[in-house]
């Protein structure tokens, strides 16, 4: 534990004297895996200290935060703090956040009866991914926000590999989408998999 704390540190004071790096230069200065890299910014990131833009990592400085642009997850109501939140469109209209993959996938439930596109960011790369195209690792003992967590990857073998560090299962959208609605004691309908859906439809 100590160890770990030491090298949020650490990386804390390479980014004030680099301004910006990623995950992969961290992960060979320290000699340790991505994961582990990869949970350290994660507690990092919820501690508000840094913010990850493009796959690298920067100081979440005062400049970067403004209190008035700060949304709150309409779930769970904690603020979102992520660069990248999840996010629906509904009816090619209305944009929706939450705070994690954990209420996002909540979200489809209350506008279960509404058309919606969706979108997640890749836990590794941060790039955009289709929820429909992603695959999640549920449950795992990484827990960076809401629980349990819903942790999403544009690649299933990354999925995998996750899962081996940390536990959970890798579900697709729809297998998570029961699991989370399950687990919070919701009644539970499937969605269809086309691009634009209605959970629901099926």
């Known amino acids: 534990m100590r160890q770990d704390n030491n090298r949020k540190k650490k990386i804390i004071e390479i980014l004030e004297k680099k301004g910006e790096v990623t995950v992969k230069e961290?992960?060979?200065?320290?000699?340790?895996?991505?994961?582990?890299?990869?949970?350290?910014?994660?507690?990092?990131?919820?501690?508000?200290l840094?913010?990850?833009k493009h796959g690298s990592i920067l100081l979440n400085s005062?400049?970067?935060?403004?209190?008035?642009?700060?949304?709150?997850?309409?779930?769970?109501?904690?603020?979102?703090?992520?660069?990248n939140p999840y996010k629906i469109v509904i009816n090619g209209k209305k944009t929706v956040e939450a705070c994690c993959e954990h209420?996002?996938?909540m979200l489809h439930k209350k506008y279960e009866n509404q058309e919606v596109t969706a979108m997640t960011?890749?836990?590794?790369?941060?790039?955009?991914?289709?929820?429909?195209d992603a695959y999640y690792v549920v449950g795992s003992s990484a827990v960076p926000c809401c629980s349990p967590s819903v942790i999403s990857f544009i690649s299933q073998d990354d999925a995998e590999k996750f899962?081996?560090?940390f536990g959970g299962k890798v579900m697709t959208f729809i297998q998570a989408y029961q699991d989370i609605i399950e687990r919070m004691s919701l009644n539970v309908k499937d969605c269809c998999n086309s691009q634009t859906f209605k959970i629901g439809d099926l």
Do not use: A, H, W
Request: glycine share 4%; with cysteine; net charge positive.
């Open 26 to 48: 961290l992960s060979n200065f320290f000699s340790v895996s991505e994961m582990t890299i990869y949970r350290d910014v994660k507690i990092l990131e919820k501690q508000g």
């Open 50 to 52: 840094i913010k990850r």
């Open 62 to 83: 005062s400049d970067n935060i403004d209190e008035k642009t700060i949304k709150t997850c309409p779930i769970c109501e904690k603020p979102i703090t992520r660069t």
């Open 103 to 105: 209420c996002g996938l």
């Open 121 to 132: 960011y890749d836990f590794i790369t941060e790039r955009p991914i289709n929820v429909l």
């Open 163 to 165: 899962k081996k560090g």
